[in-house]
């Protein structure tokens, strides 16, 4: 059923310190709300159970792509369109672009913040994957102060975040020197367009000849959270991807995927099918460097 | 509680007095009485209610009144100009993209941002464009074909 709006309250603090001001002074009473793309939704069928809301959509200073040598820093307010149109990310960070562009349609990704992508917190949103398998850190903000931390500690479970009530996701910071990394996204949903991830995974891995110097994994709807796949990167390190040796390394990852994939049975999947799923996923960027 | 909301519709000051977060969808129809949006999903996946909200696609089911306060909003009431019907509308009628007529106000304006971004779009872009919004009753061809006349007809 429809929600009656005239219970909800929003309003539009002038400054990010005038919505941080107003989070600290009664934490956990106010929801912020960007892009509309999922809170709106939630309203729309009568389920958004948060009646006190501040819109931190039009605050410039969480709107921002930044680039320095060693990174690439962006705001949590900034829009996947804003992403799709920054030559910057285009060309140092194409696993990002990809992710942005199939996150819904142009319509949300006009209005869908990658900060909202973040915090939403959904075990199956698009961009984590990339921003996990770049190793992004995560820089917090509320009226005490910032703290930083890698993107990959953020997620504590399903829907579960390191943010206080206080607290804003401010910006998200991303190495940049990945020109010698293969790269590797593929998401497999019900459909081409804005569909929601069965399984995705996002793969960067430097190679030495034929051995793995470096390999990083971000998977979505592998487990109750965004995750890197930690144990799988650990199996992979120093292994060799030669003709002689190429089918030992892809049963080796294939078995130390299974040991961290912890997938569900919901409505757009089954475990059993997503388990599978990410493991040929795997298999096909090894087979693939 | 209600607040004082004021933005520019198709080019007209307006002004409502409405509760924050009341739907932009639910204001233009039902304070404006600007009922040629439409409401198909009403949770942003059909673009029935796409409108442009200073010039960019937005599915207005989906946008709080508040965030448009201050803004420039077309509709497809504002898409043609003095009876005239729009080169995008024109084409649609042409083509047949247009049947039962709940998607065609949405897909018209898609059609709009993607022609500003894209003036001669191939069909990749059409149907990336077009993506969030659903028809169902010609099967997407007729539509892409209105696209691809409208097009050729304003960039030739």
Redesign the interface.
Known sequence: MRSDVSLYDLSAPPSLDAALAILAKEPGKYTPIAGGTELMVALGVGRLVQHSLISIQHLRELRFIRVDDKAIHIGAGTTFTDIRRSQAIAEDLPLLIQSASWTGSIANQNRGTLGGNICNASPAADTPPALLAYGATVRLISASGTRTMPYSDFHLGYKKTVLRPDELLHSISVPRDFSDYRQYIRKVGTRNAQSISKIALAAIAKLEGDTIADIRLGAASLTDRPVRCSATEAALQRQRIDGANLDATVRAARAALATEAKPIDDIRSTAKYRAAVAANLLEEFLRSL | ???PIQFTVNGNRQSVDV?????LL?VLREDLHLTGTKEGC????C?AC?VLLNG????S????A??A?GSRLCTIEGVSTEGQLHPIQQCFLERGGAQCGICTPGMIL?TH??LDKYPNPTLEQIQ??L???LCRCTGYMRIFESVQQAANTISP
């Not at chain 2, 509760?19 to 739907?23: A, G």
């Not at chain 2, 009403?42 to 996946?45: A, S």
């Not at chain 2, 089911?61 to 709080?64: D, E």
């Open positions: 509680m209600n607040t509760p924050p977060m009341k739907r639910d009403g949770e942003g996946e673009g796409a960019e696609l937005v599915n089911c989906l946008v709080p508040l965030q306060h898609a941002h993607l990336e464009g993506a969030g919004n």
